[in-house]
């Protein structure tokens, strides 16, 4: 499985920007779309995960605390795309934004913002707010 991001870019403060995140190869057995970033000098740290392999209808979703309410990760299950939507960016949200998937199951309450649960990458796409 591949993974390539794009749609990364300058914004002032209070815009919005899309991610899009590409995967190709044998992407029957993905489970989980997840975006993680990584500002210079810090962590790389979870922002959000949509979970596209459950039984039940509807996509279950977790975000960070720090972008709830501003950032949404819709998907296009056709085109095997997952999306980081942004809106209300805000300076500290710049950083290097990387796609993660995972072949994992999980149940209940698992710890989404574990990077070791993802075996996929991307190569990241840099978004910078001013």
């Known amino acids: 499985v591949q993974l390539v991001e794009s749609g990364g870019g300058s914004v002032q403060a209070g815009g919005s920007l899309r991610l899009s995140c590409a995967a190709s190869?044998?992407?029957?057995?993905?489970?989980?779309f997840a975006w993680f970033r990584q500002a210079p000098g810090k962590e790389r740290e979870a922002v959000a995960v949509?979970?596209?392999?459950?039984?039940?209808?509807?996509?279950?979703?977790y975000y960070a605390d720090s972008v709830k309410g501003r950032f949404t990760v819709p998907r296009d299950n056709a085109k095997k795309t997952s999306y980081l939507q942004m809106n209300t960016l805000k300076p500290e949200d710049t950083a290097m934004y990387y796609c993660?998937?995972?072949?994992?199951?999980?149940?209940?309450?698992?710890?989404?913002?574990?990077?070791?649960?993802?075996?996929?990458w991307g190569q990241g796409t840099q978004v910078t707010v001013s």
């Open positions: 949509i979970d596209i392999g459950g039984d039940i209808g509807g996509d279950i979703t």
């Open positions: 190869g044998f992407t029957n057995n993905l489970n989980y």
């Open positions: 993660a998937a995972s072949t994992a199951r999980y149940g209940g309450s698992w710890p989404w913002y574990h990077r070791p649960l993802y075996n996929y």
